[in-house]
């Protein structure tokens, strides 16, 4: 072997030997810092801090990110409606897109040896707050999405779309998936600066508005019904004619009989619906001078920020909807004073006719700029608005439509003229024959067979006049029954006929549409308790005889003598109708739904 010892051989063998033992660990020692670096880079690129380290033996990468708890900012920050200057990309992040208010609620830790395992932890937030935001930045509600949401909960597919962008078809809001949710709705968000439709100007989510009138009017006391003691509002039509101005009585809210001067409260406003002609303004309100303002109460002395409704206001209204119906009003130029309206709120434990029929009609009022969300209109009174309720009969009898208009409702009935011709022949002859009578009687009998004869034709002509009146009665009530059992007829009809009625009756101008008159109507249900007494007792008493079995004569009578309060309430339940067409009464279900169930989510 030479010089070759043993020692030399374990050297040159043993040593590459060795070395090539250590180099898996140095392998995984130069990974494990490359990655670090890596993930270091990543995070720093995606302006998330965290704590990291590393295991130069094991190779294995910790992380330790916060967990973010956030909010929308307040409205009128700029960078609410704005897209974050600094987003990111990882998984989990998603929510960095927008601005929030964030508040670190602890600590998630990840373990991996990858940096493209990086992933962030996702977010918690209010879901009614994430829902409200979207919707003021111009986001649609799917209602396909929230259906399915309510109904599978958990088990939603992930990409379902909750909420779509306001141009096209793509996801803002949908379900994901997550490893960490803990039992906790997982959604992920989506948005790009070309979809900001929106800004401070425009009305925030749940809310709309109502125009006040151009001119205010003083208004005449409320009148009490001496039968019932209820007080009677009275709609007027106000006309100035060139060469004279004068006020004519058009239409009763209420049948009334007998009247007298109420006794009322200086704090109440006492407005009336009262309109000009429709060459001025086509909608005119009136309130009393002296109870502009009204005394400052208990209430409005502990606190400022409530104020009372201001009739010659001149700036619209801001109205809020809850899942009861009317939350807050507020003027839009004072949006930190809220107006008192105790008259139109809801409780669950005391029913109000005047609030729901006024949410309502926000309701679908509101439908066509994208819906309120936060209140669904009761699935009753949609099926009550589609129903087919009033006789084209009395429609007829009412003066709203003509005969052409509806089928053949009266029964044929044929006048014997010819008998009364022989009746009135009959009569002549009878009298020509007591006139050539009396020419052989002496002076003095004549005399005496004239007055009797007179006598005689006076309680003749009595008894025909109340015969012709039983007659004329009898002919009347035939003809209400007959009108009472046509045909019926659908809302949109019965509306618009009353819209003609309006219309010709110098109550609204020409060009006045449904959702201008029930705006206007809207407007004076916030105004002055008694007009939100009258709409909404009408359309109850409307609902109730249309579940009850249809229209009767004493309800027929009603109509007559409030046929003008009847017209509006007819705008209204249109307008209902035509919102509850649409999609946006079942997403306002199924999305009140999910916001009950899933007080938080998770989104990243």
Not at 250 to 260: G, P, Y
Request: negative net charge.
């Amino acid at each position: 072997m030479g010089g070759t010892s043993a020692v030399d051989i374990i050297t040159y063998v043993g040593v590459p030997l060795a070395v090539l033992g250590v180099l898996p660990t140095l392998y995984t020692c130069v990974k494990s810092l490359l990655t670090l670096r890596d993930i270091r880079k990543l995070l720093d690129r995606n302006g998330v801090a965290a704590i990291t380290r590393s295991s130069l033996l094991s190779g294995i990468i910790e992380v330790e990110i916060p967990r973010k708890s956030i909010i929308p900012l307040e409205r009128e920050d700029p960078p609410y409606f704005e897209i974050a200057d600094t987003t990111s990309t990882l998984k989990g992040g998603s929510w960095t897109l927008l601005n929030w208010r964030e508040l670190s609620i602890g600590v998630k830790s990840y373990r991996f040896q990858y940096h493209d395992e990086l992933c962030q932890p996702q977010a918690e937030v209010e879901f009614e707050q994430l829902v409200a935001y979207l919707l003021d930045l111009g986001a649609v509600p799917s209602p396909d999405g929230f259906s399915d949401l309510r109904s599978s909960g958990l088990w939603t597919p992930a990409g379902t779309k909750l909420m779509l962008s306001p141009c096209t078809s793509d996801a803002v809001l949908s379900v994901t998936t997550s490893e960490d949710s803990d039992g906790i709705l997982s959604l992920a968000l989506e948005w790009r600066e070309q979809w900001h439709k929106r800004n401070v100007n425009d009305l925030p989510p749940y809310w709309t508005r109502l125009s006040p009138p151009i001119e205010v009017l003083p208004a005449t006391p409320p009148e009490v019904d001496n039968e019932t003691g209820i007080h009677q509002n009275e709609i007027k039509l106000t006309k100035e004619p060139e060469a004279e101005k004068k006020i004519e009585h058009t239409a009763m809210l209420s049948v009334q009989h007998e009247k007298q001067p109420c006794h009322h409260s200086r704090t109440s406003l006492h407005t009336r619906l009262s309109y000009q002609s429709k060459h001025s303004n086509p909608f005119i309100a009136e309130h009393d001078a002296r109870s502009f303002l009204g005394p400052i109460d208990a209430d409005h002395k502990r606190s400022m920020s409530m104020v009372s409704f201001r009739p010659t206001h001149e700036g619209p209204i801001r109205l809020r909807l809850g899942s009861l119906g009317l939350d807050e009003a507020s003027y839009e130029d004072m949006p930190k004073k809220k107006i008192r309206l105790p008259h139109l709120r809801s409780h669950h434990n005391e029913p109000n006719a005047r609030a729901l029929w006024f949410a309502c009609a926000v309701t679908a009022l509101g439908a066509p700029q994208g819906g309120l969300w936060a209140y669904g209109i009761p699935e009753d009174i949609i099926a009550f608005s589609k129903r087919e309720s009033i006789p084209g009969g009395a429609l007829v009898l009412l003066g709203l439509i003509s005969e052409e208009a509806i089928p053949e409702w009266r029964t044929v009935t044929v006048y014997d003229n010819k008998m009364e011709e022989h009746e009135e022949w009959l009569k002549r002859q009878k009298h020509m024959q007591r006139a050539m009578d009396d020419l052989k009687l002496t002076p003095q009998e004549r005399a005496q067979q004239f007055h009797k004869r007179a006598r005689e034709e006076n309680l003749e002509r009595q008894a025909e006049g109340r015969r012709k009146e039983v007659e004329a009665e009898q002919r009347k009530e035939t003809e209400l029954k007959e009108a009472l059992s046509s045909q019926r007829v659908g809302i949109s009809v019965v509306a618009e006929a009353n819209r003609l009625w309006l219309i010709k009756k110098d109550n609204v101008h020409d060009e006045a549409d449904m959702e201008a008159i029930v705006e206007r109507v809207l407007w004076e249900m916030a105004k002055e308790e008694e007009t939100a007494r009258a709409i909404a007792g009408m359309l109850d008493a409307w609902k109730s005889w249309t579940e009850g079995g249809g229209m009767t004569k004493a309800q027929f009578e009603l109509i007559k003598n409030q046929q003008l309060t009847f017209a509006y309430a007819a705008c209204v339940l249109c307008l209902i109708s035509q919102a509850s067409g649409s999609l946006s009464g079942r997403i306002v279900s199924d999305l009140q739904e999910c916001l009950r169930m899933w007080r938080k989510v998770r989104l990243g």
